[in-house]
């Protein structure tokens, strides 16, 4: 029997809210790490994001192939090249777990004080949050929950904020900057995993309206005088 268009369609979305599901997956045991410091937990996540990017590299292939065989329009249109880009956000997702783990395990090799870790923990546990409510959002056609994402990100901003001040009032040894460095580069990971989930509520509320717009100004300008 021929698939049709719609049931095409609706096949490929739901292969990719199963890989949302999978990167979800990811993030609350490299979140766990932050706390561990586990080095075969880093080294899993490791092989779930290279099985994530297989994944995603086919779920792209086969949005691109019904674009062109199919050659849709209006609503139909928006909605594959919306989900062509939350594909792209969640395969990047992936990513930024794997980093997050490796960093949290050399940050734990250095010993750093708690206070740092506990910040870093509450930030994954908001980031884990977007993810999950962005794929919502996708899931439910839910276009005000997918406009609630950026009162959501302003928590993790926020915390890194906290951090950064907390590491730049630190002086110390070499070890201590050791670990100072890594908590930098897992704050900055779990910054951008909450950027890339108001990412995909942005291309949901594309789907939902056909208006292209970012909900917030790029954080540069938010940082900027008068931003």
């Given amino acids: 029997m021929r698939v049709t268009f719609q049931q095409r369609v609706a096949e490929l979305e739901a292969r990719l809210l199963d890989l949302g599901g999978r990167v979800c997956a990811l993030l609350g045991p490299a ?3 932050l706390r561990s410091g586990d080095e075969g937990v880093a080294a899993t996540i490791g092989d779930g994001h290279r099985a994530v990017q297989a994944t995603s590299a086919a779920i792209h292939w086969d949005l691109l192939r019904t674009v062109a065989l199919e050659q849709p329009v209006a609503g139909d249109l ?7 880009h939350i594909d792209t956000h969640l395969e990047r997702m992936a990513g930024l ?4 783990a490796r960093a949290a395990v050399r940050m734990d090799r250095a010993g750093p004080p708690d206070e740092p870790r506990e910040l870093l923990l509450d930030m994954g546990g908001h980031a884990e949050r977007l993810a999950r409510t962005a794929l919502d959002a996708l899931d439910r056609r839910d276009l005000d929950l997918a406009r609630s994402l950026p009162d959501l990100d302003r928590a993790v901003d926020l915390l890194n904020d906290r951090l950064l001040e907390q590491l730049g009032q630190l002086t110390g040894t070499g070890a201590m900057l050791a670990w100072a460095i890594q908590a930098v580069l897992a704050g900055r990971f779990l910054e951008r995993l909450g950027d890339h989930a108001v990412d995909i509520a942005e291309q949901v509320a594309f789907v939902l309206t056909g208006e292209v717009r970012e909900f917030l100004p790029p954080k540069a300008a938010r940082g900027a005088p008068g931003g």
């Fill in 31 to 33: 979140i766990g790490t």
């Fill in 78 to 84: 928006r909605l594959l090249a919306g989900l062509l």
């Fill in 97 to 100: 777990a794997t980093n997050l």
